[in-house]
């Protein structure tokens, strides 16, 4: 019943680990070790399709004589990034009390533009304006990053053209539109001179020439002249590229995403491990040894805890604890830089 | 085949009324082994149990299928050499991974933080 020594080959024991190569406002670049394949995979796609972000949802046309048709300008709204900063605190307007939507599900933002001179006047992302409350004073800016801060354009407006809209921008993530996702592209490779033959490369004719090598090869020793082809191996090394769009630093997005994760996790041991048994045969038969009552460790969602008294038993970053490295993950990340 | 798509979006990630996160059952033709089925999960739970789970010395058998593209659960079938229920199993295997982010959170904050007063001095 001892199933804490799982296959210790020394650096899963360690757990994960991380490098950090680069890092900026809008991308991070490490190398993440200790890690199975799996593992990797699943953080990768937690990053692309299940962190919460803020985007337009909902658009109310009040007047738009533009040449772009209704759907045409709303499509474009809800593609537009907007800041996503301590979305937490923002409310599902599913899971909110409100009839529609309110200042703690949703913020609303309004564009007017009107072209009066002779010259096509561009509307740009910049002149949507928050109207109404909102949860904290950042979160549905538009993001601008642009030298001249004006954003994406939106529409071209000619002589006596108008465009009044009012824009209800909601939380949701990925999985339900591409437009919640926090980030541009996830850059993920691992094993960059293929000794583990997960790739068939195709060829001309060499395809050591046709295929040159990625930045990543230089960090890992090429397959020596002659050397076996090691049936075993298994990759323990993965190349991440996090990119975000702008609405969510990319350390959010990281820890975003480990956070999402472990409350998949939880909502399977809450499942599984709380309450009486539901189904199956087991009754009383084996329980883990070390195994908690039912139904206490974790907490079905919200502050989400870890029970696990790791290390230096520090808080965990969610919900309110102080992270042992000084500032917490969220809120001061954009500026430094 | 219209009918079989999902209505809405978000049912790919929204359990249905009534609808369990998980539920399981024995399979009575093979010992100590049990198929759970994970509603509106996907590869992302998938394999990373499934994968968790071969490292257990107490493992005979993991593996999971997702029956239909179109529908968002997955089957994991789990067989165990008799000193652990399959249930347990996977509740471990759950737990160590919990324990492996929380490992890999603190890590990347460390990293984080160095980085950034590397990037400081820099400039």
Redesign the interface.
């Known amino acids: ?1 001892d ?1 804490d020594t ?2 210790v080959d020394g650096a ?1 024991e360690l ?6 190569r680069e ?2 406002n809008v991308a ?1 670049d ?1 190398i ?1 070790r200790g ?5 990797a ?3 990768r ?2 990053i692309l399709s ?1 962190i919460p972000t803020i985007a337009i949802d909902l658009v109310e046309v009040e007047s738009n004589t533009s040449v772009l048709a209704d759907e045409f300008v709303c499509h474009r709204l809800g593609l537009i990034p907007l800041n996503s900063k301590d979305v937490d605190d923002v409310l599902y307007t ?1 899971d909110c009390e409100c009839d529609q939507y309110c200042e703690s599900c949703s913020v609303t933002l309004t564009l007017h533009a009107r072209c009066t001179g002779d010259d096509v006047m561009k509307v740009y992302a910049r002149d949507l304006v928050v109207t109404g409350g909102r949860v904290n004073d950042q979160v549905g800016n538009p993001v601008i990053t642009d030298a001249k801060g004006e954003g994406c354009v939106i529409v071209k407006l000619r002589k006596g053209q108008e465009i009044r809209v009012k824009c209800i921008a909601k939380k949701g ?1 990925a ?3 591409a437009k919640w996702m926090p980030t541009a592209a996830v850059g993920f490779e691992y094993d960059p001179h293929n000794k583990l033959r997960h790739l068939d490369l195709w060829f001309e004719e060499d395809a050591k020439k046709e295929w040159p090598p990625t930045k990543n090869a230089d960090w890992e020793d090429p397959l020596q002249e002659g050397e076996p082809f090691n049936y075993d191996a298994q990759p323990d090394v993965f190349y991440f590229n996090v990119e975000t769009v702008g609405g969510l630093p990319p ?1 959010v997005i ?2 975003q995403g ?2 999402v ?2 409350q ?10 709380g309450g009486d048994e539901r ?4 009754g009383d ?4 040894p070390d ?1 908690p009552p039912p139904g206490t460790a974790y907490g079905a969602d919200g502050g989400y805890t ?3 008294g ?2 230096t038993g ?1 808080a ?2 969610w919900g309110g604890g102080t ?5 917490t ?1 969220y809120g001061n990340s954009g500026a ?2 | 085949m219209k009918a079989d798509l999902p209505a809405d ?2 049912e ?3 359990l249905g009324d009534g609808e ?7 399979d009575t033709r093979v010992p100590n082994t ?1 198929i759970f089925t ?1 509603n509106k ?5 998938g ?6 789970l071969h ?4 493992i005979k058998f993991s593996a999971y299928i997702i029956p239909h593209p179109l529908k968002p659960s997955f089957d994991l079938r789990v067989t165990t050499d008799g ?3 399959p ?6 295997a ?2 160590d ?20 007063i590397t ?2 001095g820099r400039d």
Request: hydrophobic content about 40%.
């Open positions: 019943m199933y799982y296959a899963e757990g994960p680990r991380v490098t950090i890092a900026n991070v490490f993440l890690a199975d394949l799996a593992f995979n699943s953080l796609r937690v299940e599913r993530i999985k339900e539109h350390d990281m820890q480990i956070k994760l472990q998949k996790l939880a909502a399977v041991i809450q499942e599984l491990a189904n199956g045969d087991y038969g084996a329980r883990s195994g870890t029970p696990f790791v290390g520090n965990s970053a992270t042992p490295y000084g500032a993950p430094g830089w | 979006r978000f790919l990630f929204l369990k996160k998980v539920t399981w059952a024995l049990a994970f999960e996907d590869h992302t739970l394999n990373l149990l499934s994968s968790r490292k257990y010395p107490t000193s652990i229920t249930r347990d199993a996977i509740v471990q759950c737990r991974v919990v324990q492996d982010l929380e490992v890999l959170s603190r890590e990347f904050t460390k990293e984080w933080e160095l980085k950034k990037n400081i």
